[in-house]
């Protein structure tokens, strides 16, 4: 029997209110110039394109590809594309605008965009992920460029991804100027110009800050329990290095099913698992399936979100045990959700500081890129360290001194920073 999908579907109208719900009261808090909130209550450019690819069995598919590009006042556009049926124009706008967040408080030279192809990638080949890949790429033309805008990989894109992108965007170049584009986007592989540590980049981050807030509280990891939603990307590399530390993860939910093992489940046999198995954790025998409902309950010290967006909401925040809820994901805990978790002494990493280790890694590989250098892995790792440690040291200052939550605060001093050069610059003409 074929088993519904159970990762909620985002409703992307509530994702778009959420995130100028958090932008609006963080405005408030700051008190922004009016003309800098208008500016930033919307996107600069939205595009849409639609594209036809030749399937494996010679038929035409059309697919609709989109790039949201939220603003650019601090740099060119960044953030990645994602494949997933979920993708549409409210949700690229919506996650467009936490880039922009996540650029401008980690003090990069970026703006923020989202895009994505509205599909279920499992129903096709790889050899037609490929041509749908090269298409979309050529389709978006110079709407993307390596000053201009950057994509990355997201949900269900990943270094292949980029490599195609690459490729396809260089080979539209003479190729005198081909090598001088291999920026346009970032999350490559290495061999293809791609940064050492990038891949575990995000993941690496989602645990840098949970060691960090642990270390200020006084908490060990070692032997506090763990749950995790979305064994993807990040869901994986943060419980990889959370394992390292002596954490123990008991519960984990992707789209598929939930399992859950009071004793521990093995990171890495699960994942060795879930590659085998179409990147899927159904089936894994070292423990119990157990009721999608059940796993927010699950009683643990820290819940990670790492799937999609909209899951902790007023309909199941309450039931959340875990002192803790680092988020992975964009935009997973909507405001009706934080609020609750707020009241019962729920700490929140907030995602545009807890995953912003990918984005920070992405600048590293742009500059990398950029001077035609190739930088080693431990020197990866302790700017990355540095960074993420500047970041939550200023969200958590500025939360100290305000008396405010760390996602107001963070969102305070990203907007604060985009405000400054509006402010410097002036509107044109
Ligand atoms: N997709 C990642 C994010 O949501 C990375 C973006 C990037 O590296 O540009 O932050």
Known sequence: ??????????????????VLEQFNSAADQANLNENVRKILSITNNEIIVHFPVKMDN????????Y????????????????????VDIDAARALAMWMTWKTSLAGLPYGGAKGGIQL??????????????????????????????????DVNTNAQTMAWMADTYMSTKSP????????????????SGGL???????????????????????????????TVQGFGNVGY??????????????????????????????????FAYASANKGSIEGYRKATEIDKLAFFGI????????????????????????????????????????????????????????????????????LQNRNGEIWQLDDVFVKLDKKLAESYRKVKDYAKAEGIDFRTAAYCIAIKRIEKAYIQRGIFP
């Open 1 to 18: 029997m074929k088993k519904e999908k159970i990762v909620t579907k985002p409703n992307a109208k509530n994702m778009v209110e959420n």
């Open 176 to 191: 005198s100027e081909r090598s001088l584009n291999q920026h346009v986007v970032t999350g490559k592989p290495i061999e």
């Open 67 to 86: 790039r949201v590009q939220h603003n650019n006042a601090l740099g060119p556009y960044k953030g990645g594309l994602r494949y997933h049926s979920t």
């Open 299 to 366: 009683d643990c010290d820290i819940l990670i979100p790492a799937a999609l967006g909209n899951q902790i909401t007023e309909k199941n925040a309450h039931e959340i045990k875990a002192k803790l809820v680092a988020e992975g994901a964009n935009g997973p805990t909507n405001v009706e959700g934080e609020k609750i978790l707020l009241a019962n002494g729920v700490s929140i990493l907030p995602d545009i500081l807890c995953n912003s280790g990918g984005v920070i890694a992405s600048y590293f590989e742009w």
């Open 58 to 65: 010679g038929k035409v598919e059309i697919f609709s590809g």
């Open 237 to 270: 590399w943060a419980s990889y290095f959370l394992a390292k530390d002596g954490a123990k993860l008991i519960g984990v939910q992707d789209a598929t099913c939930s399992i859950y093992n009071e004793k521990g489940i093995d990171v890495e046999k699960l």
């Open 196 to 226: 050492e540590g990038r891949t575990q980049a995000t993941g690496y981050g989602v645990y840098f800050l949970i060691k960090m807030w642990a270390d200020e509280n006084g908490i060990s990891l070692k032997g506090k329990k763990y």
């Open 120 to 153: 279920d990638p499992s129903l096709y080949s790889d050899g037609e992920l490929e041509r749908i890949t090269r298409r979309f790429t050529y389709a978006l033309g110079e709407n993307i460029g390596p000053d201009y805008d950057i994509p990355a990989p």
